[in-house]
Nanobody
Framework: QVRLVESGGGLVQAGGSLRLSCAAS????????MGWYRRAPGKQRELVAT???????YYGDSVKGRFTISRENAKNTVYLQMNSRKPEDTAVYYC?????????WGQGTQVTVSS
């Protein structure tokens, strides 16, 4: 069983920066792929960024050039550095992990960008 716990959400002004963290716990080895998704009010869930244990990274089009994903395999922790925030980045951000072909999700953390 994998448990994912996010931290770092909050309120930030447009143009500001924020860093999210997600730590995985449980009787596990290195999680294959970790990443971030978000759901804005009234919208469908959107992929933000993913990173594999080997370092392959994928970004959603809306965050390319502004967000940076990274991870520490030894800690099974993934980070999301969000720069140049826009009001449309306001959403609940969810951490995701794929381990042994199963999907795991965190509880979500609210990020609000004020204009």
């Amino acid at each position: 069983q994998v448990r994912l716990v996010e931290s770092g959400g909050g309120l930030v002004q447009a143009g500001g920066s924020l860093r999210l963290s997600c730590a995985a716990s449980g009787s596990i080895f290195v999680i294959n792929r970790m990443g971030w998704y978000r759901r804005a009010p009234g919208k469908q869930r959107e992929l933000v960024a993913t990173i594999t244990s080997g370092g392959t990274i994928y970004y959603g089009d809306s965050v390319k050039g502004r967000f940076t994903i990274s991870r520490e395999n030894a800690k099974n922790t993934v980070y999301l550095q969000m720069n140049s925030r826009k009001p449309e980045d306001t959403a609940v951000y969810y951490c995701n992990g794929i381990y042994q072909d199963l999907d795991y999700w965190g509880q979500g953390t609210q990020v609000t960008v004020s204009s």
